[in-house]
């Protein structure tokens, strides 16, 4: 089954639970290794993208911007009056070269083979935190993980990110890594609207890929929206002890 588990709570002490499509991964090596080898060509493709919109769009906006300025500070130089509208389109041109530069940014990650979960995650927050409040917060004793899954795991959480952004009204978000017994957990809360998203795709539809990636390496994606809003993610990574 895939793991991500979205928890509705109701009326009483029950729990309705709603499940994705089913992929089998755990106990099939080999189809764990065919699902783990689309995701790493998903990963090249995004990262890919990524670069090649920072390098395209991302620098043709900035230089737009640039002649932009110079032509405003020449026609002031010769004294031509400049409508009202100027300014409007050159703060037009500052917000889509940052929005492109975002934008890229998310989707191109940087690699993760050797980066240390914890650094990665804060970096990660520390993105965020340019566009809403995002607060980073990790056990002491969380240094060394197996270098596969932690990178699988930051993975995991860039794409919950990535989901989670597209919900309406988000204002704040949390990330999170703890461990508890034999498990390590990341752990994702946002205040904005779960069931809402600025994207065509419902919001369940979001979160398939976290959620695939989670069972192919053997975690548990489970997904708790919050009332009236907001939702909780917990990504349970067992390890050896």
């Keep these: 089954m895939v793991p991500v588990t979205i928890r509705e709570p109701t009326p009483g002490k029950t729990e309705a639970r709603r499940r994705g499509p089913e992929v089998r991964t755990g106990g099939n090596g080999e189809a764990r ?9 998903i990963d090249l493709e995004r990262e890919w993208f990524g670069r090649t919109m920072h390098e395209s769009l991302c620098q043709s906006l900035q230089g737009a911007g640039f002649l932009f300025r110079v032509l405003k500070t020449r026609l002031k130089a010769a004294e031509v009056p400049l409508p009202p509208e100027m300014d409007d389109l050159e703060a037009a041109l500052r917000r889509a070269a940052a929005e492109a530069r975002e934008i890229s940014l998310l989707i191109g990650e940087p690699p993760v083979s050797t980066t240390p979960p914890v650094s990665a995650l804060a970096d990660l927050a520390e993105r965020i935190s340019e566009k809403i409040p995002c ?8 240094t060394t993980m197996d270098p596969f899954l932690a990178g699988q795991l930051i993975r995991i959480a860039r794409e919950a990110v990535r989901a989670s952004l597209s919900a309406r009204d988000i204002s704040r978000m949390t990330l999170s890594l703890s461990h508890e017994r034999d498990e390590v957990i990341l752990t994702l809360e946002h205040d904005g609207d779960f069931a809402a998203t600025d994207q065509t795709l419902p ?39």
């Design 203 to 241: 919001a369940a539809t979001l979160w398939h890929l976290p959620g695939i990636r989670a069972g192919a390496i053997g975690a548990t994606l489970t997904l708790t929206p919050r009332a009236p809003l907001g939702v909780k993610m917990k990504c349970k990574l067992p390890i050896e002890p």
């Design 33 to 41: 290794d065919k699902v783990l080898a689309l995701l790493d060509a």
């Design 135 to 142: 607060d980073f917060l990790c056990d002491d004793f969380i």
